[in-house]
């Protein structure tokens, strides 16, 4: 049994050393781009995707032959780990919740732990492997909470809910039946509509009621300094806000996805891949 309140012992990773002390010996994964572990850089442009790549390139492989029902094709993905390592947290900011809200942008998070004598690294499990890569490749390196993250593939091949009686201190959450999942409808458009991280965010689900002022003054209240709006002309329920920065955009969806606009409407943040 591992004491989760004990430090680490000196001399080893800081990353591998909480880990392992966090949760037991890790099932370990082959890795086929080696100690890098990544391989080159693919881009989908007309899809504002960029994804790991597999040796061999596959730049010429457009977005709608590369994803088969919302997934990659065989073979373009990792081998096979859908868990991720978030490391250089804000341990004053971070919690499970924002987490899942961030990381549910690019695929369905499962389970979140946070480390719990670590709290700047945090593990999440996807659903899938090519959700997992497609968060990395967008979120690796984004500035949330006055944070660059470090996001990379896990040793590990799924989360440990805690034993009874262990204490957690709420760090850890399954969300494997949560009906916040963006993407649990075989052939969603949600998968047509996965854009990496940008200062303008696209809002859907706005009830009839709702001004152009009631969401500035939603988003200004949440931090955020409110550039420019805009209704989508052929459908009022959807509008681009643009933001001051990239790091505002990502807290505004972090605080503001979900919320309750009444009317039984809770609004739905994305990233978008248009300016205003």
Excluded: C
């Excluded at 088969?68 to 094709?73: A, I």
């Excluded at 809200?101 to 899938?128: P, S, W």
């Excluded at 963006?182 to 458009?189: A, D, T």
């Amino acid at each position: 049994f591992t004491r989760l309140d004990l430090p680490s012992g000196d001399g080893q990773s800081t990353i591998d050393a909480p880990v392992a002390a966090a949760f037991g010996a890790p099932g370990i994964i082959s890795n086929p781009y080696g100690a890098g572990g990544f391989g080159p850089a693919v881009g989908f442009p007309q899809a504002g995707l960029s994804v790991q790549g597999i040796h061999g390139g596959l730049g010429h492989l457009g977005l709608q032959h590369a994803a088969v029902g919302g997934r990659l094709m065989h073979g373009m993905g990792p081998a096979g780990n859908s868990v991720l390592l978030v490391s250089n947290l804000n341990p004053e900011k971070v919690s499970p919740h924002w987490l899942f809200i961030l990381f549910g942008v690019y695929g369905d998070v499962h389970r979140v732990k946070i480390l719990f004598n670590k709290k700047e690294n945090a593990l999440i499990q996807m659903a899938d492997a090519n959700q997992a890569q497609l968060a990395m490749s967008h979120l690796n390196g984004q500035k949330v909470y006055g944070r660059v993250l470090r996001v990379t593939l896990s040793k590990h091949q799924m989360v440990q809910l805690p034993r009874e009686g262990q204490e957690d201190q709420g760090l850890t959450k399954d969300y494997g039946n949560s009906p916040l999942h963006r993407f649990k409808k075989p052939g969603s458009k949600n998968f047509q509509n996965i854009f990496p991280p940008s200062s303008t965010l696209h809002l859907s689900n706005i009830p009839p009621s709702i001004t152009e002022e009631d969401l500035k003054n939603l988003f200004e209240s949440a931090g955020s300094s409110v550039r420019a709006f805009k209704f989508f002309l052929k459908d009022r329920k959807m509008a681009l806000i643009q933001l001051d920065s990239l790091e505002e955009a990502i807290q505004a969806l972090i605080d503001l996805h979900n919320h309750d606009l009444g009317e039984n409407h809770h609004l739905r943040v994305s990233f978008s891949k248009s300016t205003i």
